[in-house]
T-cell receptor, first 110, second 112 residues
Framework: GQQVMQIPQYQHVQEGEDFTTYCNSSTTLSNIQWYKQRPGGHPVFLIQLVKSGEVKKQKRLTFQFGEAKKNSSLHITATQTTDVGTYFCAGPRNNNDMRFGAGTRLTVKP | DAGVIQSPRHEVTEMGQEVTLRCKPISGHDYLFWYRQTMMRGLELLIYFNNNVPIDDSGMPEDRFSAKMPNASFSTLKIQPSEPRDSAVYFC??????????FGQGTRLTVV
């Protein structure tokens, strides 16, 4: 079945450095979603990408969906301590069941 | 709307006991998901409902797990009997037409 693989598992950066997490699927995805989970919290929706090659920005966050709709990335420019948390991508295995990647845990050293 | 509401927030129970987790989705949402989160296995989808009907329960680990959604505003996840390896954070999430999912605060279950 479809699996969503996410790398890296952990990333530690100095405040001000950039950060990128990557998501790859073995099959074509109809869409991909990104979530952020703060330590001790619950996943919070960030964005959904649907179109091939789509790029969306939210302030310092840039989301991309690959041309083949099998991969995606989240890039954070100039990280801040408020960016700390685990970032998950999620893709549907069939039509409606969102399966989550393992997540990338980001820590930021001030 | 208060968002997705889960209860209890924390549950500590002894092995062999029955555990019932509860979820109230956001009003008007037609999808409801139950996830389990552990360090080892990450966020696993256990089961999801569409318009109160279970669509896919292939993620339910064993027959000890069961879930129901008797109406659009309530769902339960039951574990009977519970085992220590069931210890995890259980999240309920709901969405409208499977767009963004809104997660509850989660129930932290500890089975001793």
């Amino acid at each position: 079945g479809q699996q969503v693989m996410q790398i890296p598992q952990y990333q530690h950066v100095q405040e001000g450095e950039d950060f990128t997490t990557y998501c790859n699927s073995s099959t074509t995805l109809s869409n991909i979603q990104w979530y952020k989970q703060r330590p001790g919290g619950h996943p919070v929706f960030l964005i959904q990408l649907v179109k091939s090659g789509e790029v969306k920005k939210q302030k310092r966050l840039t989301f991309q969906f690959g041309e083949a709709k099998k991969n995606s990335s989240l890039h954070i420019t100039a990280t801040q301590t408020t960016d700390v948390g685990t970032y998950f991508c999620a893709g549907p295995r069939n039509n409606n069941d969102m399966r989550f990647g393992a997540g990338t845990r980001l820590t930021v050293k001030p | 709307d208060a968002g997705v509401i889960q209860s209890p927030r924390h549950e500590v129970t002894e092995m062999g006991q029955e555990v019932t987790l509860r979820c109230k989705p956001i009003s008007g949402h037609d999808y409801l998901f139950w996830y389990r989160q552990t360090m080892m296995r990450g966020l696993e989808l256990l089961i999801y409902f569409n318009n109160n009907v279970p669509i896919d329960d292939s993620g339910m680990p064993e027959d000890r797990f069961s879930a129901k959604m008797p109406n659009a505003s309530f769902s339960t996840l039951k574990i009977q009997p519970s085992e220590p390896r069931d210890s995890a954070v259980y999240f309920c999430a709901s969405s409208f037409r499977n767009t963004e999912a809104f997660f509850g605060q989660g129930t932290r279950l500890t089975v001793v």
